[in-house]
């Protein structure tokens, strides 16, 4: 399995709230826009037992989720938040085994990784 299907599942195994599964292709698409990619993590992540879905909604059925001051990074330099698009002086990563994603705002981190 490579590491962007890796990735996929422990990214969405840090998300701290039931979300749509647009909402979790979204967090993915942070990863590949490959549409089978996407796929893929999704199937993987639910035959893991990460997730549950029913109907439009995926509930994370871990508890893994992301230690802030261990799994999120601050870098400073010049920016542009990977949801968004904003200018930041402040990128925040959050570092997953198989990957590094960011740069992110300080609300769209907390967007990404489901505490909003």
Known sequence: MDDTVEAGVELLSKLERSVSVAEAVDRIELLTGNPATVREVLEEAERRGVIEREGTTVT???????EF????????????????????????????????????????????????
């Not at 085994?97 to 960011?102: L, N, P, Q, Y």
Request: aromatic fraction near 6%.
């Open 69 to 116: 001051e261990r799994e999120m990074i601050e870098k400073e330099g010049e920016f542009s938040c990977q949801r968004c698009g904003a200018s930041l002086s402040t990128g925040h990563f959050v570092k997953l085994e198989h990957a590094e994603i960011g740069p992110f705002g300080s609300s769209c981190i907390r967007i990404v990784t489901g505490r909003e």
């Open 60 to 66: 994370v059925t871990t508890s893994a989720h992301v």
